[in-house]
């Protein structure tokens, strides 16, 4: 940039958002998109109308000058470097603990200090949970399982209004607590619009269309909107592209800004949250532990993560083989490729987690009491940095 040009701040009028109609109640012809439900009257008077044309922000025309010269503001964070403001969805196969994670995320989010056990929060914010799908008795059960004390800034509903109407109700909890930082629906199939007579619709259109109002409400005020959805029952590992296991159109993941995959298979207790989104510098994939008392937890990187289980197994075959053994016998005892057992035994030997004894025999160090001390050695420095652990 030439030293000459400064940077200026971006003005109302600049800013690249589209336009939003707030309508009293009361009026006689509120102003509705197209083939939409008209809007519901709400106590707070105000009722939130998603933009169907482009606005003279948007029209605008730049010069790459122009545009460079310009000082955004920057996104606000929910979850520092995994949720932004905007709508994100969050999908796993049924029963993977989406519903956990939410809560697990709501309740850091509105309590302040540390999110899953490992990324710190920014002040605490209000927090509005919609578990569409549970009861009373199940959330209590949830809520005093994760948490003795309960952040005063945590709401929850287990009803709300479907599709425009329910969007009408969130835009007055939105204006009513300005300080909003999140808001979960759990899931988005109870909280769309019922599709029964719709006829055959494009239903990337449709999806998109669905969710444009979500999109725009959480651009509005400055918020995260995290939809809960299934995603599909094939193995969530094996797919290069997470993307493609979100269920129902892909207008849903081209709808958000940010996309977030839970991956479990049944029984496991870890996990990994996979995340991409337009203000994502890069693809996060993050290794999540479960346990009854404190819900899910970060446990680093799930590559960094996956190579620490990696090392468990081979130190849980050197224990059962019960003597010095080779990388083939070790190989075969894992059920693992003898190529990448000697890769791993030489790291090991230079951690001091195995040690040799005779030519090409292992056994396990002495300083391993147990194998769970894999976990300190191993995963104490894979949590994500942040900020101002980076610039440290």
Known sequence: MNENQEKRPCTGGDRVQGTFNEIAAGADTPIIPNNSTPPLRIEAGVNFTPSTTV????????????????EFPAPKWAVPNLIPEGLAVLAGKPKVGKSWLSMCLALSVAHGGKILGAIQAEEPGDVLYLAL????????????????????????????????????????FLTKHPNTRMVIIDTWQLFRAPQSGRGKVDSYVESYSELQPLQQLATKHHCAIVI??????????DTNDFLEQILGSIGIGAAVDTALVL????????????????DLKEEVELALSRDDRSGWQIMGSAVEYAMSKQRRD?????REIGEPAGPKAIAQHAKKSESSVK??????????????????????SD??????????????????????????
Not at 263 to 278: F, H, M, P, S, Y
Not at 314 to 318: H, R, S, T
């Open 55 to 70: 606005s003279p922000s948007r029209r605008r025309i730049w010069t790459a000058r122009e545009l460079v010269s310009t």
């Open 133 to 172: 799908e549970d009861n009373e008795r199940r959330l209590q059960e949830r809520l005093l399982t994760l948490r003795d004390s309960m952040p005063e800034r945590m709401h929850l509903a287990i009803g709300w209004q479907r599709g425009q109407d329910g969007v009408n109700d969130l835009h007055e």
């Open 228 to 237: 809960v959805t299934h995603a599909r029952k094939s193995n969530m590992h």
């Open 263 to 278: 991956c479990r298979n049944r029984g496991e207790a870890d996990a990994v949250l996979k995340a991409t989104g337009r």
């Open 314 to 318: 081979i130190i849980q075959a050197l």
């Open 343 to 364: 890769l791993l035994l030489e790291d090991m030997l230079k951690d001091d987690q195995v040690r040799k004894r005779g030519r090409g025999l292992y056994i396990v």
């Open 367 to 392: 300083t391993l009491d147990t194998i769970d001390t894999l976990d300190t050695i191993d995963t104490s420095d894979t949590l994500p940095l942040l900020p101002d652990e980076e610039a440290e």
